[in-house]
């Protein structure tokens, strides 16, 4: 059983993650917890895991007791919860390529320290034309130390790059953006009244928004369409739990994009798509995709879909009963809401790695042992969409729920930092995998059991993880 610190983490997180949900507490109880053993961490991360995969069964649940009048009993495996917030696939035969660009990491600057993130083409480069080095680490290393590291910071993220100075959490509660996202809500929510069906008659959309909607008990989401316009990691996280319990899901990537490190790991069971949303076409194809989507997930910064002409006004007037959830880095208010993100940076903005390097009596950053942030975001957003199509059926609105990565850093970080290390979790072993290869597009893989199990409803992926760009963007 959890230690008796980890178990108040646990509950804490648990009551507040199910609250922001609007969940009631009487489905606490069909909760049962099993596993031990922690990741090490100046934070229960374990904890903040296994809450986080909660909340998400917890969702289902309450759709299936809504729709069959059954609450249904629900386990989630501590252990195995910490391991699905690293990766769940092993390949069989082949490799994943290195998750981080060469250049990407920790650097020492003249005051501090500072993370360059420069995993995607565009970033390297813009943070390569303020450091003006030859992408060489060594060389770069050079170059950041006769920086500043808030200047740096400023520099790189001014070229449209990505960076973020090592700031403490006594810091960042006195940056103007740390002040911002302390006012936010965990999950901010705005109900969206149903007009007139968008959709043609007989079409998936408007049949949907009606409560006769249809509930498998089996597969609760099957029937249900999510329109994924994500990218690392939190977003794809939430989809592939949506996927799992039988949502139709179509991820949507821009042309030449790819992901080769994560791909794999976060595409289980999703049909991945293509479209240049600079093109007029693939716009008007983007709309059609909406008008019809049960449930619509997007990490786009917060003005990028505004300018695209899809802002939430746009995205409403096309689909009423859209349950529309989106993610930003840092925010939805303040200074850097339309700044750029990953769970690595926030990580080191609002002073998590900082806390680490105490605790480990380090003298450069510590971050957390998994990307949390990324993962506890991801099943929240995917809560969120369940409980919105939960109350769709009652009262036939949409909603719309925006998550950040910087708000959910503040919940992990309420929890003050862990004195004395819990013990460790047991290595992964053949029993912790399914029993069935996948058969994915790069190779045969194992993946990891789902760390929930709802009683009645198996979690399971009718289709292994395929290449971006491998359907055309269209529903089934």
């Not at 696939?89 to 501090?112: E, F, I, M, N, T």
């Not at 450091?131 to 790189?156: G, Y």
Request: proline content about 7%; aromatic content about 6%; hydrophobic content about 45%.
């Amino acid at each position: 059983m959890p230690t008796a610190q980890s178990d108040t983490a646990f509950t804490h997180f648990l009551r507040e993650f199910w609250l922001a949900l609007g969940g009631q507490t009487r489905y606490l109880d069909h909760l049962q917890i099993t596993g031990e053993g922690a990741l090490a961490s100046a934070f229960p991360v374990t904890d903040f895991a296994t809450a986080a995969i909660a909340v998400a069964q917890l969702a289902v649940g309450e759709l299936i007791d809504q729709a069959h009048s059954i609450s249904p009993a629900i386990t989630v495996d501590r252990r195995l919860a910490s391991f699905w917030f690293a990766t769940s696939l092993q390949p069989q035969g082949w490799s994943l390529p290195a998750q981080w660009d060469a250049v990407a990491g920790d650097y020492r600057a003249a005051d501090g320290w500072i993370r360059l993130h420069t995993n995607a083409p565009h970033h390297r480069q813009a943070a390569l034309a303020v450091v003006k080095t030859a992408p060489e680490r060594d060389a770069v290393s050079q170059a950041v130390l006769r920086w500043r590291a808030s200047e740096l910071e400023s520099a790189v993220v001014a070229h449209q790059g990505c960076a973020a100075e090592m700031r403490s959490a006594t810091a960042w509660r006195e940056h103007p953006q740390g002040r911002a996202v302390e006012l936010e809500p965990l999950l901010h929510r705005t109900d969206a009244p149903v007009g007139p069906a968008s959709a043609g008659k007989g079409s998936p959309a408007s049949s949907r928004t009606r409560p006769e909607w249809i509930v498998p008990r089996e597969r609760p989401l099957h029937g249900i369409r999510v329109l994924d316009l994500t990218r690392i990691l939190a977003g794809p996280v939430a989809t592939r739990f949506l996927a799992g319990f039988g949502a139709d899901v179509l991820r949507i990537d821009p042309p030449g994009w790819d992901e080769p490190g994560t791909v794999p790991e976060v595409v289980l069971g999703k049909r991945c798509a293509r479209l240049d949303l600079r093109k007029p076409a693939d716009r008007a194809v983007l709309e059609g995709l909406i008008s019809e989507a049960d449930v619509m997930i997007h990490g786009y910064r917060a003005d990028a879909l505004a300018r695209l002409g899809l802002g939430a006004e746009r995205r409403r007037a096309l689909n009423p009963g859209l349950v529309d959830v989106s993610l930003s880095a840092y925010g939805w208010s303040g200074p850097w809401r339309e700044r750029r993100g990953f769970d690595s940076l926030v990580q080191m903005s609002c002073g998590i790695a900082d806390a680490g390097r105490v605790a480990a009596g380090s003298d450069r950053p510590v971050p957390l042992p998994v990307q949390a942030l990324d993962h506890a975001t991801g099943y929240l957003m995917a809560a969120a969409a369940v409980r919105g199509l939960t109350e769709r059926r009652i009262n036939g609105q949409g909603v719309q729920i925006q998550a950040s990565l910087a708000r959910t850093a503040l919940s992990l970080m309420s929890f003050t930092p862990i004195e004395t290390q819990p013990a460790a979790l047991l290595p992964l072993n053949s029993s912790d995998y399914s029993d069935v290869i996948e058969r994915t597009v790069w190779g045969p893989a194992l993946r990891l059991k789902p760390a929930g199990q709802i009683d009645g409803t198996p979690m399971h992926w009718d289709l292994p993880a395929s290449a971006l760009g491998s359907v055309d963007a269209k529903w089934l």
